[in-house]
């Protein structure tokens, strides 16, 4: 049995795929998604540049800035991210409510967020 194109799967799943097959679609696609960002977040070090991506709240997302460390505790990995001018600018334009995420970093007056490494995309490795 040959795997089949993108092509058959989309034709298949707008003409054909009931809502059982439709959940096993969603589901394996999400656990993909999870695959992957876990393999990504294995090539995250410190000093690259990256990405925020599916955080909550939605304000957090897109927020881009420079790994200053990594910390590994219970199993899990957290980065903290010195955000860069103009993601530290948007997130104080989020009120007093967003400040509860971010340290200032006092020298410079950007912020500084910790994430798990699965929630960074990576936008270009270490300098």
């Known amino acids: ?8 799967v989309v034709e298949f ?3 054909h795929a009931d809502d059982h097959a439709l959940d096993v679609v969603f589901d394996t696609a999400k656990a993909r998604r999870a695959e ?3 393999i990504q977040a294995s090539t995250i070090r410190t000093g690259a540049t990256v ?3 599916d955080v909550r709240p939605k304000y957090m997302c897109g927020l881009t800035g420079e790994v200053s460390g990594i910390r590994t505790r219970a199993g899990r990995s957290n980065a903290e991210v ?9 997130l ?6 967003a400040e ?4 200032t970093d006092h020298e410079t007056g950007r912020k500084m967020i ?8 990576l936008v270009s490795p270490e300098r």
Do not use: I, N, V, W
């Open 82 to 90: 010195l955000l860069d001018e103009d993601s530290s600018e948007a």
């Open 36 to 38: 992957l960002a876990r």
């Open 1 to 8: 049995m040959s795997t089949p194109t993108l092509e058959q």
């Open 51 to 53: 990405r925020t991506r």
């Open 13 to 15: 799943l707008t003409g």
């Open 114 to 121: 910790r994430l798990p490494l699965e929630a960074l995309e």
């Open 100 to 103: 509860r995420y971010a340290l």
């Open 92 to 97: 104080r334009r989020q009120g007093s409510g």
